[in-house]
């Protein structure tokens, strides 16, 4: 019988056993986007026929008696600027509306051989610029838990579709916190990777120095077992690293192991970031979670993060430089959305680009080649490297005086959908806690720890050294067997 709150383990097991199969599995969670897609907005592109026909050649697979990897089977939702051949991959950007992949991304070719199942490409924020889904072309992606709110961004439609059972499991991409904070505010898993640690080859660039790729999953250990099935060297990506993430069988058959099982283990808490505007649920929600870990076993000590401001000002310098740059191969003559209204060839530049790239975009590239401008390139892109250098000096440090650190992802939980500053400063400084992570490249791991007076999730991360996310997974199983054993599933209602 299948179950709604099924774990990825859990799913496994029970295909193996015949349960129930691929594609009874894959046909409840289909069944489940037909009844509630059109109020959450979780796809851009559901894809039901090739995720039946997929499931179908799983369970022919296992009833051969092959021995598969863990996701095999299993469907899942892929954010629409991750590549999969055939299959529209638009960006949620009417400047790729049309496009159709003749090729597959690093990662979805890593799922493919571990048998994954496609239920869809995933809602997002205009080409991953925004922070609440509410950019895109297509439609607005609405929070499971209250459709009047947002579930965050840019990866919006990924976070959405685990929390209301759309997908048992899905991808996104995080450059400033585009998985740690749908993830928060969805009341799921999301992980940002180190930087270089899951390739980046197929997937639409939007900063490509802070550009990963993540899971988001119903739980830690889920997510673990995620991360292991897309990690490897990719010797077409400059920037993939030659580390791989293996699965720790330990953590996820046996689990956290007595009464104190993060003894040893030092947290740092840059306790400034309770001086940040902060709502007064997520500073309980927070300082409840601090308690928790002190409880099993961790020490926690009080660190100071001199960078924040900088660091966020730093970020949307460089990532506005690099977006522009990387919107610039979208021209009206390569691929894409060409304007009709042209009469000659500088008509083709202009008005393809601007009748086709929305709000959010069209403001990050004027920034973005502002700053990059003759003029303006000193005081503005250099310094922002400069200061980026500093916050990952700055983390290094503080890392060597603790395991981990421990930071908000968010100062409220899930706004309202429309409600959103017009000032473009107060908007991007939601960012604040995320940033900086991002700049440095480092791992941080996006998890559940309460919810506030109105039912919504608060989200709380947790930063480690590069390519220390086994240790990011063990603390945060350790908090999740304590605290939240069972994943919620957000019930929505029309």
Same mark, same amino acid.
């Given at each position: 019988?299948?179950?709604?709150?099924?774990?990825?383990?859990?799913?496994?097991?029970?295909?193996?056993?015949?349960?129930?199969?691929?594609?009874?599995?894959?046909?409840?969670?289909?069944?489940?986007?037909?009844?509630?897609?059109?109020?959450?907005?979780? !796809?851009?592109?559901?894809?039901?026929?090739?995720?039946?026909?997929?499931?179908?050649?799983?369970?022919?697979?296992?009833?051969?008696?092959?021995?598969?990897?863990?996701?095999?089977? =299993?469907?899942?939702?892929? &954010?629409?600027? =991750?590549?999969?051949?055939?299959?529209?991959?638009?960006?949620?950007? &009417?400047?790729?509306?049309?496009?159709?992949?003749?090729?597959?991304?690093?990662?979805?070719?890593?799922?493919?051989?571990?048998?994954?199942?496609?239920?869809? &490409?995933?809602?997002?924020?205009?080409?991953?610029?925004?922070?609440?889904?509410?950019?895109?072309?297509?439609?607005?992606?609405?929070?499971?838990?209250?459709?009047?709110?947002?579930?965050?961004?840019?990866?919006?439609?990924?976070?959405?579709?685990?929390?209301?059972?759309?997908?048992?499991? /899905?991808?996104?991409?995080?450059?400033?916190?585009?998985?740690?904070?749908?993830?928060?505010?969805?009341?799921?898993?999301?992980?940002?990777?180190?930087?270089?640690?899951?390739?980046?080859?197929?997937?639409?660039?939007?900063?490509?120095?802070?550009?990963?790729?993540?899971?988001?999953? @119903?739980?830690?250990?889920?997510?673990?077992?995620?991360?292991?099935?897309?990690?490897?060297?990719?010797? @077409?990506?400059?920037? *993939?690293?030659?580390?791989?993430?293996?699965?720790?069988?330990?953590?996820?058959?046996?689990?956290?192991?007595?009464?104190?099982?993060?003894?040893?283990?030092?947290?740092?808490?840059?306790?400034?970031? +309770?001086?940040?505007?902060?709502?007064?649920?997520?500073?309980?929600?927070?300082?409840?979670?601090?308690?928790?870990?002190?409880?099993?076993?961790?020490?926690?000590?009080?660190?100071?993060?001199?960078?924040?401001?900088?660091?966020?000002?730093?970020?949307?310098?460089?990532?506005?430089?690099?977006?522009?740059?990387?919107?610039?191969?979208?021209? %009206?003559?390569?691929?894409?959305?060409?304007?009709?209204?042209?009469? &000659?060839?500088?008509?083709?530049?202009?008005?393809?680009?601007?009748? /086709?790239? %929305? !709000?959010?975009?069209?403001?990050?590239?004027?920034? %973005?080649? +502002?700053?990059?401008?003759?003029? !303006?390139?000193?005081?503005?892109?250099?310094?922002?490297?400069?200061?980026?250098?500093?916050?990952?000096?700055?983390?290094?440090?503080?890392?060597?005086?603790?395991?981990?650190? +421990?930071?908000?992802?968010?100062?409220?939980?899930?706004?309202?959908?429309? /409600?959103?500053?017009?000032?473009?400063? /107060?908007?991007?400084?939601?960012?604040?806690?995320?940033?900086?992570?991002?700049?440095?490249?480092?791992?941080?791991? *996006?998890?559940?720890?309460?919810?506030?007076?109105?039912?919504?999730?608060?989200?709380?991360?947790?930063?480690?050294?590069?390519?220390?996310?086994?240790?990011?997974?063990?603390?945060?199983?350790?908090?999740?067997?304590?605290?939240?054993?069972?994943?919620?599933?957000?019930?929505?209602?029309?």
């Amino acid at each position: 019988m299948i179950r709604e709150k099924m774990t990825i383990y859990e799913i496994a097991a029970a295909l193996r056993r015949k349960d129930f199969s691929s594609r009874e599995l894959t046909q409840s969670v289909l069944d489940k986007c037909d009844r509630q897609e059109e109020q959450v907005g979780a !796809y851009i592109t559901l894809t039901a026929e090739e995720a039946l026909r997929q499931a179908e050649q799983v369970d022919k697979l296992l009833a051969a008696g092959a021995e598969l990897p863990l996701l095999a089977g =299993i469907p899942l939702a892929v &954010k629409d600027n =991750i590549a999969v051949r055939g299959i529209p991959c638009t960006a949620a950007s &009417k400047m790729l509306e049309t496009f159709r992949p003749p090729y597959n991304a690093f990662v979805w070719e890593e799922l493919l051989q571990a048998n994954a199942v496609l239920a869809g &490409k995933s809602n997002m924020d205009e080409f991953g610029m925004g922070f609440s889904t509410e950019s895109s072309y297509f439609k607005t992606t609405r929070n499971p838990h209250d459709l009047s709110r947002i579930p965050g961004g840019s990866s919006g439609g990924s976070a959405a579709a685990v929390a209301s059972g759309e997908a048992i499991y /899905a991808l996104g991409t995080d450059t400033g916190g585009s998985i740690r904070q749908p993830a928060a505010h969805c009341g799921v898993v999301g992980l940002r990777p180190s930087y270089g640690l899951v390739s980046r080859r197929g997937v639409c660039a939007l900063a490509s120095s802070m550009d990963t790729v993540g899971p988001l999953t @119903r739980t830690v250990r889920d997510n673990m077992i995620v991360l292991a099935a897309i990690s490897a060297w990719d010797a @077409r990506d400059c920037s *993939s690293a030659r580390q791989i993430f293996k699965l720790d069988e330990e953590l996820l058959k046996q689990g956290t192991s007595g009464a104190k099982p993060l003894t040893g283990i030092s947290i740092g808490w840059p306790d400034q970031c +309770f001086d940040v505007d902060l709502d007064e649920d997520v500073r309980q929600g927070l300082s409840a979670a601090l308690q928790v870990f002190e409880s099993l076993g961790a020490s926690i000590r009080k660190l100071q993060i001199s960078s924040l401001n900088a660091a966020l000002s730093a970020y949307y310098i460089l990532m506005s430089a690099e977006g522009a740059s990387n919107m610039g191969r979208f021209d %009206g003559i390569h691929y894409g959305y060409r304007s009709p209204h042209v009469e &000659k060839l500088e008509d083709v530049y202009i008005n393809s680009r601007s009748e /086709a790239f %929305g !709000y959010e975009v069209k403001r990050r590239i004027l920034l %973005g080649n +502002f700053a990059l401008s003759e003029e !303006y390139y000193e005081d503005y892109f250099v310094k922002a490297q400069r200061v980026r250098t500093l916050v990952i000096r700055e983390f290094a440090e503080l890392l060597e005086d603790c395991d981990l650190l +421990f930071m908000p992802v968010s100062m409220s939980t899930a706004g309202k959908i429309g /409600a959103a500053p017009e000032d473009p400063v /107060a908007l991007y400084r939601a960012d604040i806690f995320t940033t900086p992570v991002s700049l440095a490249g480092l791992p941080a791991l *996006s998890l559940p720890c309460g919810k506030d007076a109105q039912g919504l999730p608060i989200g709380m991360q947790l930063v480690g050294r590069q390519f220390s996310e086994d240790l990011l997974y063990r603390v945060g199983a350790a908090y999740e067997d304590q605290h939240s054993p069972a994943f919620e599933l957000a019930e929505v209602k029309a």
